[in-house]
């Protein structure tokens, strides 16, 4: 809830969902990330308009749905140029957190999920807005998506090879010492659209499919990571997908003038 906080709604009837409670949090919320069933919400949200504002992640203890309360908080180190997490994903199997913090993308060791630690930070000049991460081959290879612009600059270019707004693949087996080893740029375009990669998520350890706005739906192949490769494109020409999502065999494209289109793996 942009704004205000959080809200816990009871969907036991989902013909009737009943707000059970709200709280209020800095800045509101961006996205709320639970950190396994522990109870603990991790709360997204910045203030573009003065980094210092945020500049941590607030901590939401729902064990009781009707009277959630402020857990506690993880400032960023002072280091950090990060306004605030834009999302942060939560893998309890790892230990392990991300946080795509737009200016920087910080992993966090999560042994003890209210003392996050930052194990490393992951800066590149080339990644614009650090808006999402996944994770594939059990954790060893980190996919970070960059929203060039915040989805307000145009990002296409007539090659479709530059890395505005790209795909990005890092090793990060030692999560100390990420290592960047490829990128996937945006689809050719006229310069005027927005080709800027947004919301996706890993098909397997080999696959992903991901938004790009007016750059359509994209099928990637990242059975080398130094050198992924699109598979298949679909982009309506009055498309503009904000999210793709693979789910039981096919693609679920949000777009945000046609609706939802899916598409059949075959």
């Known amino acids: 809830m942009k704004g205000g906080g959080l809200r816990l709604i009871n969907v036991t009837d989902p013909t009737n969902p009943v707000v059970l409670s709200q709280i209020s949090l800095m800045q509101g919320s961006h996205t709320a990330t639970p950190w396994g069933d522990s109870g603990l919400i991790f709360n997204s949200a910045y203030d573009l308009t003065n980094p210092l504002t945020v500049h941590r ?21 002072q280091d950090s140029t990060s306004t605030g997490c834009h999302d942060i994903l939560m893998e309890p199997q790892y230990h392990r957190a991300v946080c795509a913090a737009i200016t920087e993308t910080m992993i966090w060791d999560m042994k003890d999920p209210m003392k996050p630690k930052v194990v490393s930070t992951i800066r590149n000049p080339a990644l614009n807005i650090h808006h999402s991460a996944a994770s594939a081959r059990n954790g060893t290879l980190l996919i970070l998506g960059d929203e060039y612009g915040g989805a307000i600059t145009p990002a296409c270019q007539p090659a479709g090879k530059t890395p505005t707004g790209a795909i990005w693949f890092y090793d990060v087996k030692d999560p100390a010492n990420p290592k960047m080893l490829g990128y996937l740029p945006p689809p050719a375009g006229t310069p005027p659209e927005l080709c800027t990669a947004h919301n996706f998520n890993v098909i397997d350890d080999n696959h992903m499919v991901s938004a790009f706005y007016q750059g359509g739906t994209r099928l990637i192949d990242f059975t080398d990571p130094a050198n992924p490769k699109e598979m298949n494109q679909q982009a309506p020409s009055d498309g503009n997908a904000w999210a793709a999502y693979y789910y039981r065999g096919a693609i679920f494209s949000g777009d945000q003038q046609r609706g939802l289109d899916v598409y059949v793996l075959k």
């Open 57 to 77: 992640s607030q901590i939401v203890n729902i064990s009781d749905p009707d009277a959630p309360k402020l857990g506690g908080e993880f400032p960023f180190p």
